[in-house]
């Protein structure tokens, strides 16, 4: 099973509305896969003795795993992190999400630094590579239950945009021009 993605309209409605555009322009697994998001598709029923599971975290080491129960009840300052997960930005390392109950929406900057909004549902567990731009909202479900996995200790700094001089973003767009042969334009 594919994970649903299309290019996101420009309309400043309201964030966890799905924003296609009209028509919808979807986008495939492949031109995912171009800037570095990898994607499974799981039980997620099963994913407290998950073989599968257990074969990716051994085979890319993530060794650290929790939960995050995205309701107010559950969860610290919650209006105040659903902001901060939907101001754009990088990490220094990989973020690794797996959808196990509810939804969401992950929105990824492609090349031509257009807004994809990748849709998470349970099931689907992604990595977007370190330096990719990137936000998180939910919608209008309004919940969702992720599992975040981590190589050793983990590490959650968000650096806003513009970082064109953090390491991760530089070693991002090296990839890039090696692989396209092209610089990606700094932003
Ligand atoms: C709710 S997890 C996704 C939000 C995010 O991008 C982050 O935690 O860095
Ligand atoms: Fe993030």
């Given amino acids: 099973m594919a994970i649903e993605a ?36 799981l039980n997620p029923k099963n994913f407290e003795n998950d073989e599968e599971l257990k074969k990716i975290r051994e085979s890319r080491g993530y060794s650290y795993m929790d939960l995050l129960d995205l309701c107010p009840e559950k969860v610290e300052n919650y209006e105040q992190k659903l902001k901060n997960f939907y101001t754009e930005h990088i990490h220094g390392d ?43 909202t939910l919608d209008t479900s309004n919940y969702v239950k992720l599992m975040r996995l981590f190589v050793g200790e983990p590490v959650w700094t968000a650096y806003n945009r513009p970082q064109e001089n953090h390491p991760a ?19």
Wanted: with cysteine; glycine share 6%.
């Fill in 94 to 136: 990989e973020e690794i999400r797996y959808c196990l109950e509810g939804s969401g929406y992950f929105d990824v900057r492609d090349k031509n630094d257009r807004w994809i909004r990748i849709w998470m549902k349970p099931g689907d567990l992604i990595v977007l590579p370190a330096g990719i731009y990137h936000r998180f």
């Fill in 6 to 41: 299309w290019f996101m309209d420009e309309s400043s409605e309201d964030q966890r509305l799905p924003h296609q555009t009209n028509p919808p322009e979807h986008v495939s697994m492949e031109y995912l896969a171009d800037l570095g998001v990898l994607y499974w598709n």
């Fill in 169 to 187: 973003r530089k070693e991002y767009l090296k990839n890039f021009t090696e692989k396209f042969g092209v610089p990606l334009e700094a932003h």
